[in-house]
């Protein structure tokens, strides 16, 4: 198992386009978090699942935002109407249980312009 | 919500010195994470506690429940070692990890 991986690793994309990114988490993990970081600050929770069951999502998480983990392996984040407030690194995070080390990939930087 | 404060926010020291980096929350937890990230974007778990004191080769985590405040240590600081460093804890009514802004360290040789 390679760890925990992101695609893209960057995303530039016109204002109002749609864009999705994938994560694929660390086999038989069992949770799978998104995160969003924007420059010089650390990163904020945005929704978490636990299989396939998406548990938590934080308030930073509009209408615009959508995520899935259809099978409960790979999970995908979607945004619509892509706003350039969207600018942010994407991470994703796995871990076994809720209380074990979660392991994070690269992130997806997307950049709206 | 738990709020975490890190500090310093940036640190500037010369290879060999002994390095301390503070970070301190406002709600009970579950459990504490250091986390390291390097420029574009990597975030590497470096400790997970609950309680007491981990090492980890020139790195050293500790947690004092009591005073919500836990330190990460690094013992004879090495250029390499220059890298973001985020306190992240989990609890508080949210299962989600709650990151602290970072503390950004550069080693100078």
């Known amino acids: 198992d390679t760890g925990v991986s992101q695609d893209p690793r960057h995303k530039i994309t016109k204002r109002g386009q749609n864009v999705t990114f994938r994560c694929d988490p660390i086999s038989e993990h069992n949770r799978l978090y998104w995160y969003r970081q924007t420059l010089g600050q650390g990163p904020e929770f945005l929704t978490y699942?636990?299989?396939?069951?998406?548990?938590?999502k934080s308030r930073l998480l509009s209408d615009r935002f959508s995520a899935e983990r259809p099978k409960g392996s790979f999970s995908t984040l979607e945004i619509q109407r892509t706003e350039q407030g969207d600018s942010a690194m994407y991470l994703c995070a796995s871990s076994l249980t809720l209380d074990t080390e979660a392991f994070f990939g690269q992130g997806t930087r997307l950049t709206v312009v | 919500k738990n709020e975490v404060e890190q500090s310093p926010q940036n640190l500037t020291a010369q290879e060999g010195e002994f390095i301390t980096i503070n970070c301190s929350y406002s709600v009970g937890i579950s459990a504490l994470h250091w986390l390291q990230q390097h420029p574009g974007g990597g975030i590497v778990s470096l400790f997970m506690?609950?309680?007491g004191k981990k090492k980890h080769g020139r790195l050293i985590a500790t947690i004092n429940i009591q005073e919500k405040h836990s330190s990460l240590h690094i013992t004879a600081s090495h250029p390499r070692d220059s890298a973001v460093y985020i306190c992240?804890?989990?609890?508080?009514?949210?299962?989600?990890?709650?990151f602290g802004k970072g503390t950004h360290l550069i080693i100078q040789p």
């Open positions: 506690l609950s309680s």
């Open positions: 699942f636990q299989n396939e069951a998406q548990l938590e």
């Open positions: 992240a804890v989990r609890g508080g009514g949210a299962d989600g990890l709650t």
